[in-house]
T-cell receptor, first 113, second 112 residues
């Protein structure tokens, strides 16, 4: 049973564009929503995370938008660069503590010059 | 910086072999995890451990077991490798207080 649905599976955007990756969750007990970035040959690394008490969080060019009522959250990358080309995973968990993360299926993002 | 080290980058084994994947972290983290990564399926949790000698099943534990005898080391064991266990295996660790997962670079296992 997939608890976090991610789309699209792949995305190609021109440099300077704003790629948007969407995730939807089912479990209303989820209260921690991170995004991980993975470059080829490397393990995923935490990019940015949000908790449901806010609707938006920005870190540099990366923004998470969160819609609690729709049970959806998305990642936006402003002024995208070729170096942002990577696979992005959304995830969710019950709490900030010991609960395990449930990951989405991943989005392979390519930024073309 | 936290370092999570996986013993092998690439591994080729034969069907039926017993396979050990080793993971070591150097930041005294309580929690450790094993995931497998497959195209189109994302990261799926196999097993995790909250502390030494403790383990809990993840979403896809069938065909796997784990061992955590020391805090810094978490081993994934494939009792009898099968071709459907060909995958990228990722180890991760996290402080007990939760939050950020630190991943190793992965072991690409091929079972022939």
């Amino acid at each position: 049973q997939q608890q976090v649905k991610q789309s699209p599976q792949s995305l190609i955007v021109q440099k300077g564009g704003i790629p948007i990756i969407n995730c939807a969750y089912e479990n209303t007990a989820f209260d921690y929503f991170p995004w991980y970035q993975q470059f080829p040959g490397k393990g995923p690394a935490l990019l940015i995370a949000i908790r449901p008490d806010v609707s938006e969080k920005k870190e540099g060019r990366f923004t998470i938008s969160f819609n609690k009522s729709a049970k959806q959250f998305s990642l936006h990358i402003m002024d995208s660069q070729p170096g942002d080309s990577a696979t992005y995973f959304c995830a969710a968990s019950h709490s900030f503590g010991n609960e395990k993360l449930t990951f989405g299926t991943g989005t392979r993002l390519t930024i073309i010059p | 910086d936290v370092k999570v080290t996986q013993s092998s980058r690439y591994l080729v084994k034969r069907t039926g072999e017993k396979v050990f994947l080793e993971c070591v972290q150097d930041m005294d983290h309580e929690n450790m995890f094993w995931y497998r990564q497959d195209p189109g399926l994302g990261l799926r949790l196999i097993y995790f451990s909250y502390d030494v000698k403790m383990k809990e099943k993840g979403d896809i534990p069938e065909g796997y077991s784990v061992s955590r005898e020391k805090k810094e080391r978490f081993s994934l064991i494939l009792e009898s490798a099968s071709t459907n266990q060909t995958s990228m295996y990722l180890c991760a660790s996290r402080p007990d207080r939760g939050g950020k997962l630190f991943f190793g670079s992965g072991t690409q296992l091929s079972v022939l």
